[in-house]
């Protein structure tokens, strides 16, 4: 048979269309109806999806500067610190409080904030008895003042508007402490829900500086001295500003347990924080209630008010205010109704009193010593002025007590860990 041809090494090349490069495919055919390519973009690019419409976050509301505080976790003993044997690292404090009280330190920040140390108090259940625990009496509920039973010639509150058989410590603190964060003028301790050992309470975050009175007690827990701050720059506007927003949020939350030693002064920062803030949120007004110490309760209605909280509240719906004290998804306890609704009342008499204060060119603009020396001249009505009265009159050897305590006076400058009281 004749040989086969020999087979070529490789495929000759397909023919050459005009205006194709070699190895180029030839161009699809456009089709009919087909969308011409974006303009400005390069025919290789795929055009980018159009964003999607942002919304505002669920704690924002539309319209406002207003943000519903986050609730913050429960916090639990599986979330405390633990030393090296897996033991919670908290450790009772000695006695000296109402209440039963634990230095705890946890994995994360309390009430929101980045402090992981806190105070942590026994916040009695629905249901609980307070009598006795809480410095509540029985007959709570009362809009009276009893004699004290120490001394009968004196008159103390009898905490009339909390509910002694259902107090619910621990929702008031926290709610106080959302209303701070909702207002934006952080001056109150960090506060959440917390379950130490089986018993469940609220942990107060721990804060810098010292109280502007420090109380010191024997073995009994009689009063011996009383230690007073002297805030060396108590004519900052830091100091000014947090004083008077302090007794702001004292007033919307009926606070009546405000005193010195619940109100620690930071050198470092210029501010203040209450702490131990669980007897608030009663059922009274300024007018009818009493307390332990200096609360906005009975300072009543502050005259001066930083411009800048003030325009807060006036752009504050009630929705809004409600939101910020109402018990939230997770709570454990949380305010009744007739305890929110009362505060709602001070709320509308606060924004009704900056409304007057704006008409009349009232509002603080800025803090000076002009503010001091009218904060000062007002001790019955302002934080700022009853604690330099109290530093003042200490000073000049005329603040007496009728248990016969002594007073000291010391100047502000070291850090110190803020102690219940």
């Known amino acids: 048979m004749p040989g086969l041809p020999p087979i070529p090494q490789r495929m000759p090349p397909l023919p ?67 030393d090296f044997f897996g033991q919670s690292t908290a450790k009772k404090l000695k006695a000296g409080t109402k209440n039963e009280v634990s230095k705890v330190e946890y ?145 919307l939350s009926g606070q009546v347990d405000r005193h010195g030693g619940n109100i620690f002064y930071d050198p470092k920062t210029g501010g203040v924080k209450g702490i131990d803030n669980d007897l608030a949120f009663g059922q009274w007004d300024h007018q009818s209630a009493s307390g332990t110490g200096y609360g906005a309760a009975l300072c009543g209605l502050p005259k001066q008010i930083d411009a800048a909280t003030a325009n807060v509240i006036r752009d504050m719906s009630e929705d809004d205010f409600r939101a910020s004290i109402a018990p939230q998804n997770g709570d454990p306890q949380g305010l009744h109704k007739a305890e929110i609704d009362k505060a709602v009342e001070r709320f509308h008499k606060m924004k009704l009193h900056i409304a007057n204060l704006r008409k009349q060119g009232l509002l603080v603009q800025q803090w000076d010593d002009q503010t001091y020396a009218d904060a000062c001249n007002d001790v019955d009505g302002s934080y700022l002025g009853k604690h330099e009265d109290m530093v003042a009159t200490a000073g000049q050897g005329r603040l007496g007590s009728a248990d016969g305590s002594a007073e000291t006076v010391t100047k502000v400058g070291r850090q110190q860990d803020r102690r219940p009281t």
């Open 107 to 251: 994995k994360q920040g309390i009430g929101g904030g980045t402090e992981t140390k806190g105070f942590w108090k026994v916040g009695q259940t629905e249901g609980a008895s307070a009598a006795g625990k809480t410095g509540i009496d029985k007959e709570a509920g009362q809009d009276q003042m009893r004699p004290s039973k120490k001394d009968p010639t004196k008159m103390v509150s009898n905490f009339e508007a909390v509910e002694a058989q259902d107090p619910r410590m621990a929702a008031r603190a926290v709610a106080t402490s959302r209303l701070d964060k909702a207002l934006g003028t952080n001056v109150i301790a960090d506060e959440a829900f917390a379950h130490h050992k089986g018993q469940l309470g609220n942990v107060s975050a721990m804060v810098g500086g010292r109280a502007l009175v420090e109380n010191k007690t024997d073995k009994k827990g009689e009063l011996v001295s009383q230690d007073l701050a002297q805030v060396e720059d108590a004519k900052s506007a830091e100091y000014q500003r947090a004083m008077a927003n302090l007794g702001v949020v004292d007033y």
């Open 16 to 82: 050459q269309r005009p205006g194709q490069g070699p190895g180029m495919m030839p161009p699809l055919p456009q089709i009919p109806g087909m969308m011409p390519p974006l303009p400005g973009l390069p025919q290789n690019q795929a055009a980018q999806a159009p964003a999607r419409p942002t919304t505002a976050a669920p704690t924002q509301r539309p319209g406002t500067a207003f943000q519903v505080p986050a609730a913050a976790p429960v916090l639990s003993d599986k979330d405390e610190k633990k």
